[in-house]
Nanobody
């Protein structure tokens, strides 16, 4: 059973940066073959896709956020720069394994103050 554990959220001022991490408890081989994504959900809004490891980004974060992964560490990152108050949300890590099973992390809160 794969577990995804996010970390790195917190409170930051507008214009600041944060780096989120998502640690995958599965094997490096499975992690390497997984489609890893970041989603976010703001209060009162639907959960939305932020970035995929394949290089797709939401229009609202293009040029500011970067997704990457470290396969030996089985960790995917979301580097968030030039943060805005509208980036405030709970950020979730999501994985689709090679055998098409899906997993969600527990989420990490990001709050951007103006």
């Amino acid at each position: 059973q794969v577990q995804l554990v996010e970390s790195g959220g917190g409170l930051v001022q507008s214009g600041g940066s944060l780096r989120l991490s998502c640690a995958d408890s599965g094997s490096a081989f499975t992690f390497m073959g997984s489609d890893m994504r970041w989603y976010r959900q703001a209060p009162g809004k639907e959960r939305e896709l932020v970035a995929t490891i394949g290089g797709t980004y939401a229009d609202s974060v293009k040029g500011r956020f970067t997704i990457s992964r470290d396969i030996p560490k089985r960790t995917v990152y979301l580097q968030m720069n030039s943060l805005k108050p509208e980036d405030t949300a709970v950020y979730y890590c999501y994985a689709i394994s090679p055998n098409t099973r899906t997993y969600w992390g527990q989420g990490t809160q990001v709050t951007v103050s103006s």
